[in-house]
């Protein structure tokens, strides 16, 4: 990510430079996606680290984690998940909601609450299924 976080416009763009963004391939019939194995092997790794710390450590992690188990979800099906829930909390703390882009200022643009890549209110993704 380097020295310039205000580079990032959303969590997406974030989960794409660590490499745990959904991508779609698809055949004729069926649409189907699979986790990006592009982007910033070390980002990727440090998130795979934290995954599997807080299934070691983390009761709602281990909660979600038997939920999803329950489901018929695989180890391998669910840490994406856990991966790009991790990135979005990241991407929070490295450039909080309140942080404009370089040359921004209030008078021009909209709120960042009505922005599209503003975060979502509602429950947090250990709370729910991923996407």
Partial sequence: MGDNPERL???ASFAALCG???????????????HNRGG??????ALHRIVYARLRF???????FQRRTAEGKTRREIVPCLK????REVFHLIRPEGTQRSGENESHGPPA???PHARRAGPTPLGTSCR
């Fill in 20 to 34: 745990v963004s959904p991508i779609e391939h698809s055949s004729g019939r069926e649409r189907c996606w699979r």
């Fill in 58 to 64: 983390d009761p709602r992690t281990r909660d979600y």
């Fill in 84 to 87: 790009r829930y991790v990135a």
């Fill in 40 to 45: 910033d092997r070390q980002a990727n790794a």
């Fill in 113 to 115: 609450a009505s922005r």
């Fill in 9 to 11: 416009d959303s969590e």
